[in-house]
């Protein structure tokens, strides 16, 4: 019989800290839920793309904005921004910086945070 499960991101199981920014993971039941923190000036290929040594963003994002502007490019040119209230699904093949002056807070989903700015 199954029963509930619950973990919070306030106490999470892993925290990976790199340049402008911070990774909280927790995983329940072989699932990888994240919260990225990224403050202004934040950049992937300056921030993540040294740590992993791809050309781009291989990560397939699905997730939620809390707050924050976050723009993406991806690598064929087409571009989007993401703001509070979003929910967006970002293929590999991408990059992605801090649009503004806000602290960008976001919450994934799609498991392929659990290797994410791993050294």
């Known amino acids: 019989m199954s029963s509930l ?5 306030n106490n999470p199981d892993e925290t990976r800290s790199f340049n402008k920014g911070k990774l909280e993971l927790v995983t329940i039941e072989g699932v990888t839920f994240s919260r ?7 950049k992937w290929s300056e921030s993540i793309k ?4 791809t050309p ?4 397939h ?7 924050g502007q976050m723009r993406v490019r991806m ?5 989007q921004e ?10 590999p093949g991408h990059d992605a910086w801090i649009a503004g002056n806000e602290i960008y807070v976001g919450v994934d989903v799609s498991g392929g ?3 994410y700015a791993k050294r």
């Open 113 to 115: 945070m659990a290797d």
């Open 50 to 53: 040294p740590i992993v040594k």
């Open 61 to 67: 994002h699905i997730g939620y904005v809390v707050s």
């Open 75 to 79: 690598d064929n040119g087409e571009e």
């Open 56 to 59: 781009s963003c291989q990560v």
């Open 36 to 42: 990225i923190t990224l403050e202004p000036g934040w």
């Open 5 to 9: 499960t619950k973990k919070n991101l």
């Open 82 to 91: 993401y703001g509070p209230g979003d929910t967006y699904i970002i293929p």
